[in-house]
């Protein structure tokens, strides 16, 4: 399906009735991500490529920021009341941004999120995510280390991967480097989980923790033998951690 914001098609996916649920995904990724966690008894889940990612159209402007304006957007065009977040990895840092932003939301749930203070790419790393673009092969293989859980599934998920933006191959990593919310964590009001997973090759530990105690209600959890990505390693997981969270919030 497709919402139109701005002149910009914005593609997701619904599914399921109850508690509204969204989800957005992380760098090289799209909704498809998600696929398996979209049927979640008492919950209505949404998952959209944000521009510049899968099939949703491509804009020129790459950053945290407006990549958390299309989403509020997004949420306010099909009037989602009052969701759950669920950010993976960049999305997380987008997610984060529409906490701080907006007073609208139940709650958060962080799954690998690049840290309040950004996530920094090694410069010699950069030409190495321009390569991607000739050869898919190579884009496979990173995948496939976000997931040692579950390698054999970055196959599947390639080519919704080089529908990016070619301008966002690098383009996310620089939004990545340029913000910083840190300074907003302790005045976000709403239940925040943090998941990290013991093999994650990307995001460190003690970025998460010590983003965990910034805000005021928040539980770090580690996933054990999980790498960057439990929404595709483990999809019964999450979906355990999920209800359990939406469970927490109404009781």
């Given at each position: 399906m497709f919402v139109q914001i701005e002149n910009v098609r914005i593609f997701y996916e619904m599914d399921g009735d109850g508690i509204p649920v969204v989800y957005v995904h992380g760098n090289f990724a799209s909704s498809k991500w998600f696929e398996e966690v979209m049927k979640i008894d008492g919950i209505r889940t949404y998952a959209l490529d944000?521009?510049?990612?899968?099939?949703?159209?491509?804009?020129?402007?790459?950053?945290?920021?407006?990549?958390?304006?299309?989403?509020?957007?997004?949420?306010?065009?099909?009037?989602?009341?009052?969701?759950?977040?669920?950010?993976?990895?960049?999305?997380?840092?987008?997610?984060?941004?529409?906490?701080?932003?907006?007073?609208?939301?139940?709650?958060?749930?962080?799954?690998?999120?690049?840290?309040?203070?950004?996530?920094?790419?090694?410069?010699?790393?950069?030409?190495?995510?321009?390569?991607?673009?000739?050869?898919?092969?190579?884009?496979?293989?990173?995948?496939?280390?976000?997931?040692?859980?579950?390698?054999?599934?970055?196959?599947a998920l390639v080519n919704d991967a080089l529908k990016m933006n070619p301008k966002a191959f690098s383009g996310n990593a620089r939004a990545l480097e340029r913000y910083d919310y840190s300074q907003n964590l302790r005045d976000i009001k709403v239940p925040v989980k943090i998941l990290w997973g013991s093999l994650d090759p990307i995001v460190p530990k003690e970025s998460l923790e010590k983003m965990a105690r910034m805000i005021p209600n928040c539980q770090f959890e580690v996933l054990d033998g999980i790498g960057h990505s439990v929404i595709v390693e483990s999809p019964k997981k999450f979906i355990e951690i999920m209800v359990k969270f939406k469970d927490a919030l109404h009781e």
């Open positions: 944000m521009p510049n990612f899968g099939n949703s159209d491509r804009i020129d402007s790459i950053s945290i920021e407006v990549y958390a304006n299309y989403l509020w957007k997004f949420i306010e065009s099909l009037k989602i009341s009052r969701p759950i977040l669920v950010g993976h990895s960049l999305g997380g840092a987008v997610t984060l941004k529409c906490v701080v932003d907006h007073d609208a939301f139940s709650g958060l749930i962080l799954v690998d999120p690049a840290p309040a203070d950004g996530l920094k790419t090694a410069e010699n790393l950069y030409s190495v995510l321009e390569s991607f673009k000739d050869h898919p092969e190579l884009l496979e293989f990173s995948l496939a280390s976000t997931m040692p859980a579950r390698k054999e599934k970055a196959k």
